[in-house]
């Protein structure tokens, strides 16, 4: 039975098939590494021409191309006529379409948003609850990484459908701080001294011009809004020195600081028992 086993397999190991298998394997091995050359150079021709994530889809684009031409190209040298590799690729492609129309959507709200340009890699970006940094913009979902070390992945659809904020577009961005004083203070000392601390802090931008107004009087303080602005890069510097900054300066400029008071009224006596210990 072996001695069958290997004549039947002798003879359809031919010459023909033999020199077809080394083709198809010595195309498969020059042709992986040429591929890998290839995108390199054309993503350093058109780097300078390209965002980031214009050039991480280019990237992809062409890695896929050279990939599909080497496969046809093996394929070819094991006798799969092209023809019939289209047709098949057709036929599959259909297949796939009706059972991906979701991936369908996204592909096709990832070109709209790639076009927008509503954001880029590296930006902070919001969407509902999630905020983090983009990693990286797909033709399918964008990724993301949280300030937590969480990997988020983004579907394309669910961004184009969603109200989306770029918090680090623009170069530079708006701390707002809310302070309260007591009623009994001056405000237009107190507005002068607030103003002094901006000047001192070295994260704060004197241009724009910062804000202080007086925004509402609450149940226990007159409450004072500050808006000072700063590099994006100093935000959360500034979100924290400034408070520290007032905080130092009304102890020691005595300002209160008020906290909510309660006042209690009792109607009529108030039973108490005092009880000796013997």
Do not use: C
Not at 167 to 179: A, K
Not at 197 to 204: E, G, H, M, T
């Amino acid at each position: 039975m072996n001695i069958l086993n290997q004549f039947q397999f002798s003879d359809w190991l031919t010459s023909d098939r033999i020199s077809a298998l080394v083709r198809f394997l010595l195309t498969l091995i020059i042709g992986i590494p040429l591929m890998k050359i290839l995108t390199k150079v054309f993503i350093k021709i058109i780097k300078n021409y390209l965002t980031v994530q214009s050039e991480m889809l280019a990237k992809r684009f062409i890695w896929y191309i050279l990939l599909i031409m080497v496969l046809v190209s093996a394929l070819n040298q094991l006798g799969f006529k092209l023809s019939a590799l289209l047709g098949a690729a057709g036929i599959f492609g259909v297949a796939i379409g009706f059972a991906s129309q979701t991936s369908f959507s996204n592909l096709i709200s990832g070109m709209f948003m790639i076009s927008e340009k509503s954001f880029s890699v590296g930006d902070i970006i919001q969407v509902g609850n999630t905020v983090g940094i983009v990693l990286s913009i797909d033709l399918l979902s964008v990724k993301l990484r949280t300030f937590d070390n969480k990997f988020v992945r983004l579907p394309n659809e669910n961004l184009i459908k969603s109200e989306l904020t770029n918090i680090s577009r623009f170069p530079i961005r708006r701390v707002d701080v809310m302070v309260g004083v007591a009623y009994h203070e001056d405000l237009n000392n107190v507005i002068n001294i607030l103003n002094d601390v901006i000047r001192q802090n070295p994260y704060a931008l004197h241009e724009p011009n910062p804000m202080v107004l007086v925004d509402s009087f609450g149940d226990s303080s007159v409450n004072i809004k500050l808006g000072i602005w700063t590099q994006k890069e100093n935000f959360l510097n500034l979100s924290n020195s400034i408070r520290i900054n007032i905080h130092e300066r009304f102890k020691k400029e005595k300002i209160e600081i008020p906290f909510p008071y309660r006042t209690l009224t009792f109607s009529g006596e108030i039973p108490i028992k005092i009880e000796k210990n013997i």
